[in-house]
Nanobody
Framework: QVQLVESGGGSVQAGASLKLSCSAS????????MGWFRQTAGKEREFVAAIKWSGDATNYANSVKGRFTISKDNAGNTVYLQMNNLKPEDTSLYYC????????????????????WGQGTQVTVSS
């Protein structure tokens, strides 16, 4: 079955960097787009970034554009989220997710485009 395991979260000061990893198994990873979302208690899950199945196109939320970079290692079945210049408002539980559709032509960005969420990794940024 599909398994997604996130790691790399932590507690950092504002301006610091973190790199999140999501190790995937149970499906043909190279055939599916992957995404990162985040959710804070009491708020809806928020799109952060996504990458096309082929790895040659990406999409970002405006709030992270220019600071976060998503990448996909199809050989290693891992998707990454490099987060630079972190801000206190980035504090959240970060999840990776798998696209519902194989080889989607566009980069998915909606919650409903994804399935099989991981358990999340906590990122806390203090000012």
């Amino acid at each position: 079955q599909v398994q997604l395991v996130e790691s790399g979260g932590g507690s950092v000061q504002a301006g610091a960097s973190l790199k999140l990893s999501c190790s995937a198994s149970g499906f043909p990873f190279s055939q599916f787009a992957m995404g990162w979302f985040r959710q804070t208690a009491g708020k809806e899950r928020e799109f952060v970034a996504a990458i096309k199945w082929s790895g040659d196109a990406t999409n970002y939320a405006n709030s992270v554009k220019g600071r976060f970079t998503i990448s996909k290692d199809n050989a290693g079945n891992t998707v990454y989220l490099q987060m630079n210049n972190l801000k206190p408002e980035d504090t959240s539980l970060y999840y990776c997710a798998k696209d519902r559709q194989r080889r989607r032509s566009m980069v998915p960005t909606r919650n409903g485009d994804f399935q099989s969420w991981g358990q999340g990794t906590q990122v806390t940024v203090s000012s």
